[in-house]
């Protein structure tokens, strides 16, 4: 789900926005939407199936191979499973957990004290109930803006407005009030997913996509009540909304999540708006002048054969020159694009790089082979709907992600909250690949670094794991670096097997060149244990292929938790050591492998390690290589997270 905010016109010479008139601007729109009205009663019986079968599912692996193994159960009691979101027109929003009897889900039976842990420190997330996608990100009078998708309701999805907080360093924050509630025919289904644009004269737009009592997904426009606040605490909507409607062969639920727009060499705003034909993904493209008439453009910007529906399209430049951020309509020499979408089908968001072509409004990848929803992601554990935005405070494009959460539904309720967002993270293009981002948490993070400790050259034998003393490690900031013996890689095996995290048996299986890495949110038996590391397989020709994975195969007791082995393949050039950095917040491990080329984000529900249970470890479980480590390990202060004060004063 996502929303859209239409552009303004120019505003007028007093500093105020025209309006419009009403009467003018929603008539012929409303013409337009009684061309899917008269297929409602289809439309619904088809997102009744798609909600029917649209289940996620979770494979739990588990391994005979010793202390890496282990695992203990539960036998809890039975929960069905709910879907929520497809009948409304977007993504699954809920955990679709496969640990089922007959078909039911098997409920770990958790206390207040459990729950209680799970809350993160340092990661944004509202007081209580459900969130979703980010929405709007800005920088605006010295505050940095962040809208998410919200339920005031429940710590379920639905009833969909805009939460709304504010922050100085986009780590303390401070929680305003809602900014959009669903009060009009337009939105009345949901005010979903949108994107902020900063005019030349300072002043915001949003456009946003609201959901009809119809199901039809349209795109709106809203702007600041007063420009001059620099909260951004009220909001208007655009009198004249819808200011766009789902063209002709776009299905009404398959139109939403308009971006940031970006301005052409003719002085016209560009927008791009996500949807598919059949199963190819497309993202649409408009222009418009005054951001209320819009121009769609033959074709579409890119689209891409067999990926479904693409939400949360984002567009941007990267700098092949410069390690700054670019604000959103660069282009020219020095300058290349990235296309990002997120799978409806998969619920993982996918960028490719390539060459903007500003006159037909088309984008090509530089490698087909990897293009948008089939190569890379930004990230390959839970992180989904992504959005960019530049920071003109910084010259820096920062992402956001939502993080859902993979235990059940019902602990979700127990607890009383629902998702986090990331933490926010720079992005530039990787000049030594070509083909990669390069993620990185904002620097803004290490202000919340404590006190440290340090271990240089430590010698892992093949199959040993050696505990690190650093305290609770329920909130690090952890930076390694690997050297494995060299002998080793020259004298192991090749083979034509392939390897992936995904299928492997996780850190339990062992090879002659890994795994080896870190045991995050580890007890002192490991009976519970997040293991994060490197893999590398040597194929038959004698070339290594390094991948950096995720094990939550025995990451919890619990039988309600998703336990997946996250990961993927990570470039490793010539002359480069392995390196990890690894944000450890309560139930979220982020972790980021040569300097942000790949990255896994997870969820992790332990049932006993945690508090002061919680522990960190080395291991090395290959069977022939000895592996050399270095750290340094940061205890992590908890961030300001907290209503805005009555007084003002922050």
Not at 153 to 165: F, K, Q, S, T
Request: glycine share 8%.
């Amino acid at each position: 789900m996502a929303d859209t905010n239409p552009f303004l016109p120019k505003s007028s010479s007093d500093g105020s926005y025209p309006t419009g008139s009403q009467a003018t601007r929603r008539s012929p729109i409303k013409e337009q939407l009684t061309i899917f009205f008269g297929l409602l009663a289809v439309g619904l019986f088809a997102a009744l199936l798609i909600g029917k079968n649209g289940s996620y599912n979770a494979h739990v692996h588990e391994n005979k191979h010793g202390s890496l193994a282990t695992s203990t159960t539960k036998k809890p009691e039975t929960l069905g499973p709910v879907s929520r979101g497809p009948a409304a027109g977007v993504s699954e929003k809920s955990n679709r957990l496969s640990a089922k009897v007959d078909g039911n889900l098997l409920v770990y039976p958790w206390n207040n004290s459990m729950l209680s842990w799970q809350r993160t420190a340092f990661h944004f997330q509202p007081e209580k109930n459900w969130m979703n996608d980010p929405n709007g990100p800005l920088f605006y009078k010295g505050w940095y803006h962040f809208f998410y998708q919200y339920n005031p309701n429940a710590a379920v999805w639905g009833d969909i407005v805009w939460g709304h907080a504010v922050s100085r360093d986009m780590i303390h924050w401070l929680h305003l009030p809602l900014a959009m509630v669903a009060d009009q025919w337009y939105d009345v289904n949901g005010v979903w997913t949108g994107s902020a644009t900063i005019l030349p004269d300072g002043k915001v737009v949003m456009l946003y996509t609201g959901s009809t009592a119809e199901a039809v997904q349209v795109q709106n426009l809203a702007y600041p009540a007063n420009p001059n606040d620099p909260l951004l605490i009220n909001w208007v909507k655009y009198p004249g909304n819808p200011v766009l409607v789902p063209p002709p062969g776009i299905d009404k639920m398959d139109f939403r999540d308009p971006t940031t727009a970006w301005l052409t060499s003719e002085g016209k705003w560009r927008i791009t708006i996500g949807s598919k034909i059949n199963k190819t993904g497309i993202a649409l493209i408009y222009d418009t002048t005054d951001f209320i008439n819009y121009e769609r453009l033959d074709g579409a910007l890119h689209a891409v054969s067999g990926t479904g529906m693409w939400e949360c399209v984002d567009f941007f430049p990267v700098s092949k020159t410069e390690e700054n951020g670019l604000e959103t309509s660069v282009n020219g020499p020095g300058v290349k694009h990235v296309v990002k979408a997120s799978l409806d089908d998969d619920r993982h968001d996918y960028y490719a790089i390539g060459t903007y072509h500003e006159k037909n409004g088309t984008w090509i990848p530089d490698q087909p082979e990897i293009d948008v929803g089939i190569g890379i992601r930004y990230d390959y554990g839970i992180f989904y709907a992504a959005k960019t935005f530049y920071d003109q405070n910084k010259n820096r494009r920062v992402l956001w992600g939502w993080i859902g959460e993979s235990d059940s539904e019902a602990a979700d309720v127990q607890k009383g909250w629902a998702s986090l967002q990331s933490i926010p993270r720079t992005i530039l293009f990787d000049n030594k690949t070509g083909t990669h981002l390069l993620q990185w948490p904002v620097e803004e993070t290490e202000s919340l670094r404590l006190k440290s400790n340090e271990f240089n050259q430590v010698t892992l034998q093949a199959g040993t794991v050696v505990p690190l003393d650093v305290g609770s490690a329920t909130q690090l900031d952890i930076m390694a670096e690997f050297v494995i013996d060299k002998e080793a890689l020259e004298k192991a095996t090749g083979s034509n097997e392939t390897f992936s995290c995904g299928t492997s048996g996780g850190a339990a299986e062992r090879g002659a060149l890994g795994p080896f890495g870190l045991l995050a949110l580890a007890d002192e038996s490991l009976s519970e244990q997040t293991p994060v590391y490197f893999y590398i397989a040597k194929g038959s020709d004698g070339n290594l292929k390094t991948f950096f994975c995720n094990d939550q195969s025995r990451s919890s007791a619990a039988s309600d938790v998703n336990k997946l082995i996250y990961g993927s393949f990570v470039p490793v050039l010539e002359g480069e050591n392995l390196s990890l950095r690894m944000l450890v917040d309560h139930s979220i491990i982020e972790s980021f492998a040569q300097g942000g080329r790949t990255v896994i984000t997870s969820r992790v529900y332990p049932t006993k390690a945690i508090y002061g249970a919680a522990k960190v470890f080395l291991f090395n479980n290959a069977t022939e290589a000895s592996v050399t480590a270095s750290l340094k390990i940061w205890q992590m202060n908890s961030a300001f997270i907290r209503p805005y004060p009555n007084d003002g004063k922050f």
